[in-house]
């Protein structure tokens, strides 16, 4: 997965750096709102198509939070975090 999000950045960096350098700054802005247009897009049908299927959880209304706490010692005193 990080490999994936590290060539996902590396590869949005090259494509834009082209993008400016042969049409300018303006193609780039339109460029980067086609692709958040075309994600949420996506992301929408996804949702659509997965409740449709009864992939969703019936009968939950919020998300499900997980949190965690961590004790550390910090100048010789135990610390309590979360």
Same mark, same amino acid.
């Given at each position: 997965?990080?490999?994936v ?12 750096g ?5 049409? $300018? ?5 339109? #460029?980067? %709102?086609? !692709?958040?247009?075309?994600s /949420?897009?996506? &992301?929408a ?5 997965a ?7 019936? $009968? ?5 939070? #997980?949190? %965690?706490? !961590?004790?550390?010692?910090? /100048?010789?005193? &135990?610390?309590r975090?979360?």
């Open positions: 997965m990080v490999a999000i590290q060539l996902a950045i590396a590869g949005g960096a090259t494509a834009g082209v993008l400016y350098d042969a049409t $300018g700054y303006r193609s780039t802005f339109a #460029a980067s %709102a086609a !692709a958040l247009l075309g /949420a897009l996506v &992301a049908l996804s949702v659509r198509t409740r449709r299927n009864g992939s969703t959880r019936p $009968g939950r209304s919020r998300p499900v939070v #997980a949190t %965690a706490t !961590a004790e550390v010692e910090f /100048a010789g005193q &135990a610390v975090c979360g």
